[in-house]
């Protein structure tokens, strides 16, 4: 496991577990552990060993969103750099994740509140403690949800849900969110971990490109129309079709056996 001041960084084969590492301030965003994840996100993006990557928080909470204490919101010139840290930091962070070439778990571990909340459903499979609570806190200190929370949450939950969500900022429970279609499962405290590297490592053993080709289709699909989608699913199925990982699916399906994907 390698450390830095505010992320841990730790793997096993094909997979590489980013934790953020601010447990006294729930695991806060400031810029340095902004930069510090976008960085290790990125390096496993290039390691072509990578196939899976797992996001989650160290001690009681996943992420409590923007650490206030790092701005001086009364100051005036401070104010107007709210919108240029979303530019530089949370909106690269967001496009990152959606855009990787491998699967992402988020492993909820305790509270995801205003851009915690909204990171962690950037991720592709959300998989949450039992004891896990998401808020959009936004609205209590007079802002609106960000780090993509007004795009994702209503194609989630739905407009009337996402709508009051965002204005009252009451907490959703781990399951409540899964029942609403917020994340994909939740489970029990003890059992996260486990149950995280184990989805990670079948994931880190499957064919990575259609797994990123996935990614594609359902991020056009938001969009488009049903004929533009038809064409999308062509084209991208044709890319799926040329891989080796297409051609190895095939020879162990009329072989009767286990395939073995090398993720190309």
Same mark, same amino acid.
């Given at each position: 496991m390698s450390e830095s001041s505010c992320i841990l960084v730790d793997s096993r084969?094909?997979?590489v577990r980013i934790t953020l590492n601010r447990p006294d301030k729930l695991n806060s965003f400031n810029e340095a552990m902004h930069l510090e994840l976008i960085a290790a996100i990125r390096a496993a993006d290039a390691d072509a060993s990578v196939r899976c990557l797992i996001l989650t928080g160290a001690g009681r909470g996943f992420c409590a969103g923007q650490d206030l204490g790092a701005r001086k919101v009364e100051d005036p010139a401070q104010? #107007?750099?709210i919108g240029q840290s979303l530019e530089k930091l949370y909106n690269p962070l967001v496009k990152t994740l959606r855009g990787l070439r491998m699967p992402v778990i988020c492993a909820v571990n305790g509270v995801a509140a205003g851009a915690g909340a909204n990171v962690a459903l950037a991720c592709d499979i959300v998989i949450a403690a039992r004891s896990a609570r998401f808020i959009q806190a936004f609205s209590k200190i007079g802002l609106i949800p960000d780090a993509g929370g007004t795009w994702v949450l209503p194609r989630l939950v739905g407009h009337a849900r996402a709508t009051a969500l965002a204005m009252l900022a009451e907490p959703v429970g781990a399951e409540q969110a899964q029942q609403w279609g =917020?994340?994909?499962?939740?489970?029990d405290d003890a059992e996260l971990e486990d149950q995280v590297w184990k989805m990670a490592e079948h994931l880190a053993t499957q064919p990575t490109q259609a797994m990123a080709l996935i990614k594609q289709a359902? =991020?056009? #699909?938001a969009t488009n129309t049903l004929a533009q989608q038809l064409n999308v699913e062509r084209d991208l199925q044709t890319m799926a079709s040329e891989s080796n990982d297409f051609k190895e699916g095939v020879s162990a399906f009329l072989a009767k056996r286990e395939p073995k994907f090398n993720g190309n």
């Open positions: 084969p094909g997979v104010k #107007s750099l =917020m994340i994909w499962r939740c489970v359902m =991020m056009a #699909s």
